[in-house]
């Protein structure tokens, strides 16, 4: 079964209110800047910040941290930070 997947402008607020998914699969909501920022909110209820872009076109998904760690701030800046490694060729997992 396909992951849920919706795009959004992320707040601290709207975070705080993402509800788990019904099904057994993590749900994805995606920042609209930057756009290879998510929050990950798996059925347990756990919710963290991931990187999710292409390394050569293959499909990449690096876990940044909790949102109860992170902050959205932090977080962009970090998913914009694996973004220029990308862009550069470099395997952010090899840094």
Same mark, same amino acid.
């Given at each position: 079964?396909? =992951? &849920? &997947?919706?795009? /959004?402008?992320? +707040?601290?607020? =709207?975070?705080? *209110?993402?509800? #788990?998914?019904?099904? &057994? %699969?993590? !749900?994805? @909501? $995606?920042?609209?800047? #930057?756009?290879?920022?998510?929050?990950?909110?798996?059925? !347990?209820?756990? *919710?963290? $910040?991931?990187?999710?872009? *292409?390394?050569?076109? @293959? #499909?990449?998904?690096?876990? /940044?941290?909790?949102?109860?760690?992170? +902050?959205?701030?932090? !977080?962009?800046?970090?998913? =914009?930070?694996? %973004?220029?490694?990308?862009? %550069?060729?470099?395997? #952010?997992?090899?840094?």
């Amino acid at each position: 079964m396909a =992951r &849920t &997947t919706e795009r /959004i402008r992320l +707040t601290i607020d =709207r975070i705080r *209110k993402l509800k #788990p998914p019904a099904s &057994t %699969q993590a !749900a994805y @909501v $995606f920042d609209d800047d #930057p756009r290879q920022l998510s929050v990950r909110v798996t059925p !347990a209820g756990a *919710k963290s $910040f991931v990187y999710a872009g *292409k390394l050569n076109k @293959v #499909p990449l998904r690096i876990t /940044i941290g909790d949102v109860g760690v992170w +902050t959205l701030d932090d !977080a962009r800046t970090e998913a =914009r930070r694996l %973004q220029t490694l990308i862009d %550069q060729g470099i395997d #952010p997992r090899q840094e």
